[in-house]
Every structure is written in structure tokens, then in C-alpha cells.
């Protein structure tokens, strides 16, 4: 009876040794094949939540050191706005910021890197102003103002609601503005309003009451703009962060109508994805 017991005993362990081999085989020839699903690594200021993918991240869980670091820009408090005529004698005092960044390219750029820009942030209780002094050797705009981001130009990115939303989507708070000098001749300075919409692209947002003025320098043209805070329904206050992408088109082909290069004031700009735009604080 005894040897019965160790017999069974011993077969037992024997299954059981067979059991985990197997197990230990099966897993490793799954991950050789690929099989295993990946983790993605969560953003590291973003609190690990077990919610679907698609529900807006808790604003508790987010903080400003979310966005990216290299694409923090600020805004200074005017106590009058500024004339809103190309001349940016009045923005001498503002620190500006640089778009650097190349972001996006055709194939037709042929990599000479001759546009650069200057860029100054203002607001007040009314508006959000720009003043932008750009660089380059050849201006070249055709289309009209809803598709000058295939010219010379400027694109403006807001997330207006980045505490609780901060994800890779547009919606509803998202807008984008594209903003045209002109070509200073017979195209007049302008500007065009998108907005996000429930499909995640951008949508056409007519009724923007944003004002531009653009000049003609020696070196390439000056550029001001002022965007009522109704533009992107918010209310303005000193600490107020949006999310916020700042990038200038360069195209050096006259007769053409081509995004040709892109430079941004973030490294990271993805053009539907707030999370890869920086910041933008409005300070006292």
C-alpha cells in the first residue's frame, strides 16, 4: 500500500513538472512569433487608469509637465492693445520665441533653410494677440486664406480645454486658425477658423472676428494679429493655459501652390494630436 501512495505521489509531480514546461514553452514561442500584445508606455506624468481608451482622461490625473517641455511659451498682459498695423516697434519690450522645428516637408524642398520668425504673445480682457517677424527670401502666396497653408504663412493651434482632455484627438475645444500675409499686391492678410469635430478631423468654423495685418519688409514681412477670446469661447485670466501650437509655411516656388516645408515652435507638432502641441500661459 505504501508503494502505491509514493507511485501516485510521484506521477502526480511528474504531470505537474510537465504541466509548467509546457506552459513555459508555449509562452516563449508565442512571444518568438509576436503574438504577445504590446504595452504601450503611458505618458509619464499621466496617471495609469483602467478606463476604455476613448474616455476623456480625469482632470485630476493631468498635470501642465504633461505637454512637452521644449514648447512652453507665454503671453504678457497688455494695458493697451497694440495698433494692429505691421509695424512691431511696440513689441520691442516682449521676449519673443522661435519656430525652428522642422515638422513637415515635401519632397520638393530642396533643404535650403531660408525662413526664420520671431514670435511675441500679448493679451488682454478682450483678445489674444500676435505679432510675428518673419524672414524669407522669396514670398510666395496664391490660394485664398482657407488654403494659404500652401503658401507663405502662419497656423495657430489651440486646445482650450487641455486639463481635461489632454489626449491625442481633436473635439470641440480644439481650433486651429490659418493665417495668410497676403501676397501685397492684390490678396489682402487673413485668417480662417477650424474646429474640431465629432469625427476627430477639423471642420470649417465660419465667423471668426480675428483681425490681421501683415507688411512687406526688406527681409521678408511683419505680421499682426488679434483673436477675440468669444473666437475660442473662453474667458480670459492670468494663469490660463491652452494648449497651443505656433508654426510658419515657407514655399520658395513662385507659380506654385505647395505645404512645402513647415517649422514649428514644438519639435513634437502633430497636426491632430493636442498632445504633441506645447503650452501657452497668459501671465499678470
Known amino acids: 500500500m505504501g508503494w502505491l501512495v509514493v507511485g501516485l505521489g510521484t506521477l502526480v509531480l511528474c504531470c505537474t513538472a510537465v504541466t509548467l514546461t509546457s506552459a513555459v514553452i508555449i509562452f516563449m514561442t508565442s512571444t518568438e512569433r509576436g503574438e504577445q500584445t504590446e504595452l504601450l508606455p503611458l505618458p509619464a506624468t499621466l496617471t495609469p487608469t483602467t478606463a476604455p481608451a476613448d474616455t476623456p482622461i480625469p482632470a485630476a490625473t493631468v498635470t501642465l509637465a504633461a505637454t512637452n517641455p521644449d514648447g512652453r511659451v507665454t503671453a504678457v498682459y497688455l494695458s493697451a492693445p497694440p495698433t494692429l498695423d505691421g509695424n512691431l516697434d511696440e513689441w520691442d519690450s516682449i521676449p519673443p520665441f522661435t519656430a525652428p522645428h522642422i515638422v513637415e516637408q515635401e519632397s520638393s524642398w530642396d533643404g535650403t533653410m531660408d525662413v526664420e520668425s520671431l514670435w511675441r504673445m500679448g493679451w488682454d480682457n478682450q483678445n489674444l494677440y500676435l505679432a510675428v517677424a518673419v524672414t524669407d527670401n522669396v514670398h510666395v502666396q496664391t490660394r485664398e486664406t482657407k488654403f494659404a497653408y500652401l503658401g507663405d504663412s502662419l497656423e495657430l493651434q489651440f486646445d482650450t480645454n487641455v486639463q481635461a482632455d489632454y489626449g491625442p484627438g481633436v473635439n470641440s475645444d480644439d481650433y486651429q486658425y490659418v493665417v495668410s500675409p497676403g501676397n ?89 494630436d493636442p498632445s504633441s502641441w506645447g503650452t501657452l500661459e497668459l501671465e499678470p
Do not use: C, K
Open 184 to 272: 501685397f499686391s492684390d490678396q489682402a492678410a487673413g485668417a480662417f477658423r477650424f474646429r474640431g469635430d465629432a469625427q476627430g478631423a477639423m471642420s470649417d468654423f465660419i465667423g471668426s472676428g480675428a483681425q490681421v495685418a501683415a507688411r512687406q519688409t526688406a527681409v521678408g514681412y511683419n505680421l499682426e494679429m488679434a483673436i477675440p477670446w468669444s473666437d475660442l469661447a473662453l474667458q480670459p485670466a492670468a494663469g490660463l493655459v491652452l494648449g497651443a501650437a505656433f508654426s510658419i509655411n515657407d514655399l520658395d516656388t513662385p507659380g506654385t501652390a505647395v505645404q512645402e516645408l513647415m517649422l514649428s515652435h514644438v519639435a513634437t507638432r502633430r497636426w491632430l
